[in-house]
């Protein structure tokens, strides 16, 4: 469970929030009302959720004096906060999807989609232990290390049985390092093409997001 | 240069750009449509301002929306297109009236919702959001029941037969029992909010409930009570319920809480110190009915004979009024003012016991004559007459004040010193001779010479004798004042013989 921790705690939270959901249908022997107290709600904080899912990653990613907290740590809670932020949106639209609100939710569900796709391009991008890519000039000077060393170990014929599995070992690491390399170039132009989408939309996103907002309270907050 | 945050880049900007751009175009071109939750109804009506449904102004949102700034309100875009609704809602006789002139919170979409799609209902009346309230019932107690079960022919129109056909199922008896005491009609007192109910509680109205009130059914205190202004209107007072119950035949007042407590009628405290007569001393422990004979209690004689003439030992001779000289500590002692009666106490008549001088308790008519307790104390045997006070005080028989003058025989000069035994002897006075010689003897000097009655010569206040009698005479020497002489210059011896010696030379006047 350490594995992917933060989407076991974003489906713990989505459940206990259905789970509260589920009671305030059964209190009010339906289901609640976006413009109602707890649909009002749950848009809300999910709202809240979402603009601290782009903004608080994006101000983490570049800061370059601060530092607080690890990349991957702030990946896991974008993360986290991608995917509870829309299921409560989802519930705040009492599953009617009309007009601007609808194509929100719909902007929504694109972005989450989406950000599964980015999480696993993202992984698949080699990285150090604190998330930070991996260069591939890096990669190649170990290859090149590495080479000389296979070279050198292969010369030394007549070596001792230790040496033989050692030799194995170090190809067999060269071999990932060269196949690491390949995907880094591969999957860094893929996460570019992805940003490339996911980013627009996530403006897209916003943008109908803070229309909505505005509508809702001129034409049913403040309506008298 | 210092990247931007990440959705800032440039693709970021132009489509949030597009976005906006995409967001006004729709708008102009189909005006507000986009905003709407939800479809307005298109059930087609009485066209009214031109239009046969709501769904005809679907993409004109301020045919019904204000805007916040607006005093204007949503409700009064609704009565703009129905006017009907405007008049019925100063009408109390409408159900629009009843609701909007008691609840000016209510707003028509509480009950009329929009944007529920095409085929929505134009009005939900469901308990939930259906002010029921406002109509003189809350479903507070109802909230299961659906319209129907209530109105089972139209929500317009409501029969109360209904409660009782619904309660019977539930408690048959009970409900037997309560609307033969009651009556039907069940909206007099019922609520929905079990005010009068299973909610009721006494202690919210003036009236609390202690004791044995407790205890008591409804109807008994609320006897024909047909609705909340017939219970409320109940008197309070204890005599409205409880005269039956009145043993005080003539009546102390009608406020029964002043002695009695609602845990019974007895004990009963009554303060006999807000009446005019006073419980003290013994009065205290007496039980009522001891003076207050039948009940009665206002009207009770308050002098003491009307309880004590029993107790009367001196036979009524000092009166009815007991409180003269007694106290409600008891009969003893007491304390009789002899000085209001003719004949006061003074000196050693004070202490003495009152059976002394009063024999047989005979008090009134006793004799104030001292010889009717003294007689046997008269040492004068009745010499005196029968007023002992004539000479003497209370103080004691010694000293008497005797005034002698009152006799025949006034005491003068040396007789009024002597002690009265001196000349009564034996205590006889009143036959004690007043002459000289009872008491004075003749003294040899001039024995027989001058009779008994000494005074012809002698006064009471020395023996010194002044003789103007018959007396020889001397010639020119006169006679018994011979040259000056005294009796005794010339009768030495006595009257009987004289000598002439003592002055000259011989007896012989010759010489």
Known sequence: MHKNKELWLAMICMLLIGGLYGLVMLWDQGVPAASGFFG??????????????????????????????????WLEFHIFTGLVGPYMVLLHSSWKFHGLAGAVMLLTLVIVLSGFIGRYIYTAVPRTVDGVELQAEVLEQRIKEMDGEVKKMEGERGAGEGNKERLRQLK????????????????????????????????????????????????????? | MRKRIGCLTNSGIISAILTLIFVIGFVLGQGNLMFSPGELNSKMGVPIGGLVSHAEIGNKCSKCHTAPWESVRMDDRCVQCHVDIASQVQDLSTLHGIFFINNTHLSCRICHPEHGGTVSPQTVMNSINFPHETLGFSLNTHKNDLCQDCHPSSVKSFSQETCSLCHQQRDLKFMQDHNSIFGS??????DGLETYGKCFKHDDFPFKLSGKHKEVLCVECHPGARSKADLQSTLQDCYACHQ????????????????????????????????????????????????????????????????????????GSFGSNCGDCHSTNGWKPATFDHSLSSFPLTGKHIGVPCTNCHINNIFKGTSDYCYSCHARNDQHNGQYGKDCGACHSTSGWL???????????????AHLGLACTRCHPN??????????????????WHAGSFGTNCSACHSTTNWSANYNGPHPSFGDQGGINHGGASCKDCHTVNLKTATCTKCHDSNNPGD
């Open chain 1, 40 to 73: 009002h709600m749950v848009g809300v904080v999910g709202f809240i959720l979402m603009v601290m899912t782009e903004l608080l990653y994006s101000l983490r990613k570049r800061s370059r004096t601060a530092r607080w907290g690890k990349m991957s740590d």
């Open chain 1, 172 to 224: 067999k690491e060269q071999e990932r390092l060269q196949k690491q390399v390949g995907s880094l170039v591969r999957m860094r132009r893929m996460l570019a093409i992805w940003h490339m989408l996911h980013i627009p939309l996530g403006m897209a996103l916003f943008t109908a997001a803070i229309v909505h907002i505005g509508a809702a309270i001129y034409y049913a907050t403040l309506l008298h």
């Open chain 2, 185 to 190: 009609n069940c909206l007099a007192c019922h």
């Open chain 2, 244 to 315: 039956k119950d009145n043993i005080h035949s003539t009546g102390i007042g009608i406020s029964c809480v002043d002695c009695h407590t609602t845990d019974g009628w007895k004990p009963a405290k009554f303060d006999h110190n807000l009446a005019t007569f006073k419980l003290e001393g013994k009065h205290v422990d007496v039980s009522c009915d001891k003076c207050h004979i039948d009940g009665k209690f206002q009207g009770t004689p308050l002098d003491c004979a009307t309880c004590h003439v029993k107790d009367d030992t001196h036979n």
């Open chain 2, 399 to 413: 000293p008497a004040t005797f005034n002698h003058a009152l006799s025949g025989f006034p005491l003068t000069g």
């Open chain 2, 427 to 444: 205590n006889n006075f009143k036959n004690a001779s007043p002459d000289c010689a009872s008491c004075h003897g003749d003294p040899a």
